[in-house]
């Protein structure tokens, strides 16, 4: 468990990293990473009721559990960012990407929680697949509420730190995926 704590610990300053450097923001990598905890919020009752010990593996889970909320909640940050800088109040941007990202982020957590379904009995990786399940069902109905609320607070009435600094023309998704709208 220490190796696999100590791990955790390098793999978060890696990612805040990573953030800091994307988005050019101290902030912002910390609204992200705030859904990690969320998981744990499934993780331990899921445990606790399936009698189940937090084992090596149920600690993989939780990091691979992690890996994928930080991703649902870049990809979050990264819709309210789009949105406000083609012009959108941040309060409608913060509302759209609920509602525009809510679908992928099921979706992803659907496709784990089948997975790691077919290992919920293996004595050896039921901590995992509770980890997994449990993470992820719990992280993303937290998160969808949780990541663009800290968002909106921190970032409401500083809206102009979103903006690019030269008014540089983004290409529209749809004109670049030759979507036509017909």
């Known amino acids: 468990f220490r190796d696999l704590g100590l791990a955790f610990a390098m793999v978060l300053v890696l990612i805040y990293i990573l953030v800091v450097a994307w988005f ?99 004595p050896i990786f039921q901590g995992l697949a509770i980890s997994l399940i449990a993470g992820q069902v719990a992280a993303t109905l937290l998160s969808r509420v949780a990541v663009p609320v800290l968002y909106y607070r921190a970032f409401k009435g500083r809206e102009e730190r979103l903006k690019p600094a030269s008014p540089e023309p983004e290409p529209d998704t749809d004109e670049a995926l030759g979507a036509t709208g017909e």
């Open 24 to 122: 050019e923001d101290f902030l912002t990598p910390l609204i992200i990473m705030a859904a990690i905890p969320l998981a744990l919020i499934g993780i331990i009752p899921a445990h606790w009721g399936m009698g189940a010990f937090f084992t090596a593996t149920s600690m993989i889970g939780f990091i691979a559990s992690a890996g994928i909320v930080v991703r649902n909640s870049i990809i979050l940050v990264d819709f309210i960012n789009l949105k406000v800088r083609k012009g959108m109040p941040l309060a409608e941007a913060v509302i759209e990407a609920g509602v525009v990202r809510f679908r992928p982020m099921l979706l992803t957590a659907l496709a784990v929680i089948a997975g790691a379904g077919v290992i919920l009995f293996d």
